[in-house]
Each structure stands twice: as structure tokens, then as C-alpha cells.
């Protein structure tokens, strides 16, 4: 089992590092010391890709994601590329303007779990239309009400930022946790936080996702839709761009 030192948890905004190969599996991913790459994970899509070689022939890179641990992270190319071997010394480029599009999403995924502070059932968010689950009896939101208070936390501009904690300050802060049926992993002594506004002050929750900086960066972003899913579960479909006419 490889483990991955995983660049993006600290600075979500490298677009390309150095890293040695460390082997490829039966299946053909790729294993290396240390990764920019984001592996699928809590909803959020791996990212995508090239490997450059020393010689300057690329690999391209499909998608990412992890391996028997979340901490082997495993790059996956695409079909027919040429092999790497273990040892190689390679250069890392990610697909920067897919993943800061996913970055502003998942961003824009957190703020709406504060304008609806309901249980979290599911999530899933993507470059176009991502979604958020909540189980939420109450029917009285609208559109254009959550749309609006989201943009209005966007232009306050207020900062993100991370935080490691340990399991027993999680255990001692429940609230933390909004997934009404996913916990954090616990046991590796430390959980991260994603923090928005002056030491959380908007929201903190547990979650290995890549976020922006400063939410202005999400820019215009509405609800198309909040479907109905079971008698107690909503689902807030958000969308770039203005909310239409």
C-alpha cells in the first residue's frame, strides 16, 4: 500500500509540482510520492490531467482516485498512453480551469448548507450542476430566496481557510458534522476543517474537499431548482450565472 502525500490539502491552488513514481498497479493507475491531483471523494470529482516525463512525453490523466486507503491516491490514464515506471522522476499539471470551477461549486455547496442548516443526506458537485440534499420538512424555501442570500454571502467576500483538529475535539463538537449519515473518518488523529469567515465565524465543518480562497471568487451562482425527494428530503440543485428571468 502507497502512500500519497497529498499536495492540495494544504494549498488547493498548486497547478503543478514535481513528484517521483512510486509503482503502477494491475490495473494500470499510477502511484506516486506526493500528488496535486484531488481523488474522488465526498462528492467532489478527481481531477484530471497530465503527467509529464522527464523527456517531455505527457500522460494523460482521466481521473483520480483513491486507492485501499485515502491516503493512496491513484492516477488513472487514459486509454493507450505509454507506461511509466517506478522511480521516474515526473511533472505534475492538473486541468487548472476544471478543477477551479469544481473548487468554486463545492464552495458555493457549503454556503448553502448555511442558509438551510437542516441534516445533510447526500451531495454531489460538478463543474455544471451540483446538488445538496437536505432532510428538510419544511417546504417554504424558494429559488429565488436561497439565491439571493447566496449571492449576498458572495459579495461580503468573506475568507476560507483550514484548520486540523483532533478526533476528540470533534467528538466534544458535534454540530460539526452536518451529514446526517456520513461521519468523518476518525482515528488517524486528526480531522480537516474548512472555515468560512474570520475563524469560522459564516461556517466550519469537516470536509477534504478544494475550496477558494474568498468567496467573491465563486462569482454569479443561483438554485435552477429544489425538487422533492421522499416526503422529508429536498434537493437544491445549484447553477453558475445569474438566476434566469
Sequence with gaps: ?????????????????????????????????????????????????????????????AGTITGETKDEIVHLPAPGQPALEAGEAVTLRIDWERRHRLMRMHTACHLLTVICPYPITGAAVSEEDSRVDFDLPDASFTKEEVTARLQELVAADHPVSTRWIGDDELAANPSLVKSKNVRPPMGSG????????ENGSIDSQPCGGTHVRSLSEIGAIHVGKIEKKGRENRRFRLRFGPLPA
Design 190 to 197: 486528526r480531522i480537516r476543517l474548512v472555515l468560512i469567515g
Design 1 to 61: 500500500m502507497a502512500m500519497t502525500e497529498s499536495l492540495f490539502r494544504e494549498d488547493a491552488y498548486l497547478r503543478q509540482a514535481d513528484a517521483k513514481v512510486v509503482g503502477v498497479n494491475e490495473r494500470g493507475g499510477i502511484l506516486l510520492d506526493r500528488t496535486i491531483f484531488y481523488a474522488t471523494s465526498g462528492g467532489q470529482p478527481g481531477d484530471t490531467g497530465r503527467i509529464v516525463r522527464a523527456n517531455g512525453e505527457m500522460i494523460e490523466i
